[in-house]
Protein backbone atom coordinates (compact mmCIF):
# COMPACT_ATOMS: atom_id res chain seq x y z
CA UNK A 1 0.00 0.00 0.00
CA UNK A 2 1.27 3.17 -0.98
CA UNK A 3 2.69 5.79 1.71
CA UNK A 4 0.91 9.52 1.01
CA UNK A 5 3.14 12.53 1.47
CA UNK A 6 2.02 15.79 1.63
CA UNK A 7 4.67 18.26 1.05
CA UNK A 8 4.53 22.28 2.17
CA UNK A 9 7.66 24.51 2.25
CA UNK A 10 8.11 28.71 3.03
CA UNK A 11 5.11 28.85 5.52
CA UNK A 12 6.60 32.09 6.77
CA UNK A 13 3.85 31.78 10.18
CA UNK A 14 0.83 31.44 7.90
CA UNK A 15 -1.22 28.37 7.43
CA UNK A 16 -4.98 28.47 6.05
CA UNK A 17 -7.73 25.95 6.57
CA UNK A 18 -7.20 24.61 2.85
CA UNK A 19 -4.05 23.05 3.57
CA UNK A 20 -5.81 20.93 6.38
CA UNK A 21 -8.41 19.77 3.89
CA UNK A 22 -5.44 18.56 1.51
CA UNK A 23 -3.38 16.99 3.96
CA UNK A 24 -5.74 15.34 5.62
CA UNK A 25 -5.98 12.24 3.26
CA UNK A 26 -1.59 12.11 3.67
CA UNK A 27 0.23 9.75 5.96
CA UNK A 28 2.80 12.07 6.82
CA UNK A 29 3.65 15.75 6.14
CA UNK A 30 6.96 17.11 5.53
CA UNK A 31 7.78 20.96 5.55
CA UNK A 32 11.02 21.83 4.01
CA UNK A 33 11.79 24.82 5.98
CA UNK A 34 10.72 28.64 6.53
CA UNK A 35 8.19 27.74 9.50
CA UNK A 36 8.55 30.84 10.64
CA UNK A 37 6.01 31.06 13.86
CA UNK A 38 6.00 27.04 15.12
CA UNK A 39 2.29 27.45 16.59
CA UNK A 40 1.49 27.41 12.87
CA UNK A 41 2.04 23.63 12.75
CA UNK A 42 -0.87 23.17 15.34
CA UNK A 43 -3.00 23.66 12.72
CA UNK A 44 -1.91 20.75 10.53
CA UNK A 45 -4.08 17.88 11.01
CA UNK A 46 -3.35 16.31 14.18
CA UNK A 47 -1.51 12.45 14.43
CA UNK A 48 0.28 12.16 11.87
CA UNK A 49 3.77 11.61 11.51
CA UNK A 50 5.79 14.82 10.75
CA UNK A 51 9.11 15.41 9.52
CA UNK A 52 10.55 18.63 8.72
CA UNK A 53 13.83 21.22 8.67
CA UNK A 54 14.55 24.66 9.41
CA UNK A 55 15.17 27.62 7.35
CA UNK A 56 16.87 30.76 6.96
CA UNK A 57 14.19 32.56 8.25
CA UNK A 58 13.22 30.01 11.33
CA UNK A 59 14.46 31.35 14.80
CA UNK A 60 16.14 29.34 17.58
CA UNK A 61 13.26 27.46 19.02
CA UNK A 62 12.43 25.86 15.19
CA UNK A 63 16.22 25.29 15.05
CA UNK A 64 16.46 23.02 18.43
CA UNK A 65 13.01 21.00 17.12
CA UNK A 66 14.43 20.74 13.51
CA UNK A 67 17.70 19.77 11.70
CA UNK A 68 19.43 21.37 8.99
CA UNK A 69 19.09 18.12 7.29
CA UNK A 70 17.30 14.97 7.45
CA UNK A 71 18.43 12.09 5.62
CA UNK A 72 15.86 9.15 5.88
CA UNK A 73 14.51 6.14 3.57
CA UNK A 74 10.59 5.01 3.44
CA UNK A 75 8.83 2.49 1.42
CA UNK A 76 12.23 2.16 -0.32
CA UNK A 77 12.90 5.74 -0.98
CA UNK A 78 16.07 7.05 -0.02
CA UNK A 79 15.41 10.83 0.63
CA UNK A 80 17.41 14.21 1.53
CA UNK A 81 15.86 17.40 2.27
CA UNK A 82 17.91 20.59 3.23
CA UNK A 83 15.86 24.64 2.92
CA UNK A 84 18.34 25.61 0.65
CA UNK A 85 19.10 23.35 -1.87
CA UNK A 86 19.64 25.52 -4.98
CA UNK A 87 18.47 23.80 -8.47
CA UNK A 88 19.75 21.13 -10.57
CA UNK A 89 22.15 21.76 -11.69
CA UNK A 90 23.05 24.76 -9.81
CA UNK A 91 22.84 23.32 -6.27
CA UNK A 92 23.58 25.64 -3.27
CA UNK A 93 26.95 25.14 -1.85
CA UNK A 94 28.18 21.65 -0.32
CA UNK A 95 24.71 20.48 -1.94
CA UNK A 96 25.76 18.71 -4.81
CA UNK A 97 28.65 16.96 -3.37
CA UNK A 98 26.74 16.26 -0.15
CA UNK A 99 24.28 14.43 -2.74
CA UNK A 100 26.74 12.61 -4.22
CA UNK A 101 27.73 11.06 -1.02
CA UNK A 102 24.19 10.54 0.52
CA UNK A 103 22.53 9.01 -2.87
CA UNK A 104 19.59 9.80 -2.18
CA UNK A 105 16.51 8.84 -4.76
CA UNK A 106 14.67 11.92 -4.08
CA UNK A 107 16.21 15.34 -3.10
CA UNK A 108 13.76 17.87 -1.66
CA UNK A 109 14.53 22.03 -0.36
CA UNK A 110 12.37 24.64 -0.33
CA UNK A 111 13.38 28.59 -0.11
CA UNK A 112 13.13 29.77 -4.09
CA UNK A 113 9.41 30.09 -3.29
CA UNK A 114 9.16 28.19 -7.34
CA UNK A 115 7.29 25.28 -7.58
CA UNK A 116 9.17 23.13 -9.66
CA UNK A 117 9.65 18.82 -9.93
CA UNK A 118 12.61 17.82 -12.33
CA UNK A 119 14.72 14.46 -12.43
CA UNK A 120 18.92 15.57 -12.11
CA UNK A 121 20.21 12.97 -14.12
CA UNK A 122 24.02 13.26 -13.30
CA UNK A 123 22.64 12.41 -9.79
CA UNK A 124 20.06 9.92 -10.42
CA UNK A 125 17.92 11.87 -8.33
CA UNK A 126 14.23 13.37 -8.62
CA UNK A 127 14.33 17.46 -7.34
CA UNK A 128 11.13 18.64 -5.76
CA UNK A 129 10.58 22.28 -4.60
CA UNK A 130 6.86 22.60 -3.11
CA UNK A 131 6.69 26.49 -3.91
CA UNK A 132 5.38 28.51 -0.81
CA UNK A 133 2.05 27.83 1.10
CA UNK A 134 2.56 30.90 2.83
CA UNK A 135 1.68 34.56 2.27
CA UNK A 136 5.42 35.74 2.70
CA UNK A 137 7.73 36.24 -0.39
CA UNK A 138 7.61 37.03 -4.44
CA UNK A 139 5.82 33.87 -5.61
CA UNK A 140 2.31 34.45 -7.42
CA UNK A 141 0.40 31.06 -6.43
CA UNK A 142 0.67 29.22 -3.20
CA UNK A 143 1.72 25.85 -3.79
CA UNK A 144 2.24 22.04 -2.10
CA UNK A 145 2.83 18.94 -3.84
CA UNK A 146 0.89 15.68 -2.68
CA UNK A 147 2.59 12.14 -4.18
CA UNK A 148 3.14 8.35 -3.29
CA UNK A 149 5.78 6.50 -2.06
CA UNK A 150 5.48 2.75 -3.11
CA UNK A 151 7.44 -0.18 -3.22
CA UNK A 152 11.03 2.39 -4.57
CA UNK A 153 9.47 4.61 -6.91
CA UNK A 154 7.80 7.72 -6.05
CA UNK A 155 4.07 7.92 -8.23
CA UNK A 156 1.26 9.71 -8.63
CA UNK A 157 2.61 13.27 -8.05
CA UNK A 158 -0.19 16.42 -7.94
CA UNK A 159 0.66 19.85 -7.82
CA UNK A 160 -1.61 21.59 -5.41
CA UNK A 161 -3.06 25.30 -6.40
CA UNK A 162 -3.91 26.86 -2.96
CA UNK A 163 -4.83 30.85 -3.96
CA UNK A 164 -2.98 33.86 -4.82
CA UNK A 165 -0.14 35.12 -2.98
CA UNK A 166 -1.63 38.44 -0.92
CA UNK A 167 -5.56 36.96 -0.78
CA UNK A 168 -6.25 35.65 2.77
CA UNK A 169 -8.48 32.63 2.15
CA UNK A 170 -12.13 32.89 4.03
Given at each position: ???????????H??????I???????D?????G?????????????????R???????????????????????????????????????????????????????????????????????????????????????H??????????????????????L????????
Amino acid sequence: MPLKIGLISDSHSYLDHKIGDYLQAVDEIWHAGDIGDASILNLLPPNKPFRAVYGNIDDQEVQELYPEWQVFELEGVKVAMIHIGGTPPRYAKGVKERLRMLQPQLFVCGHSHICKVEYDRELNCLYMNPGAVGQHGFHQMRTLLLFDLDAGKITNLRVVELGKRGVLSD
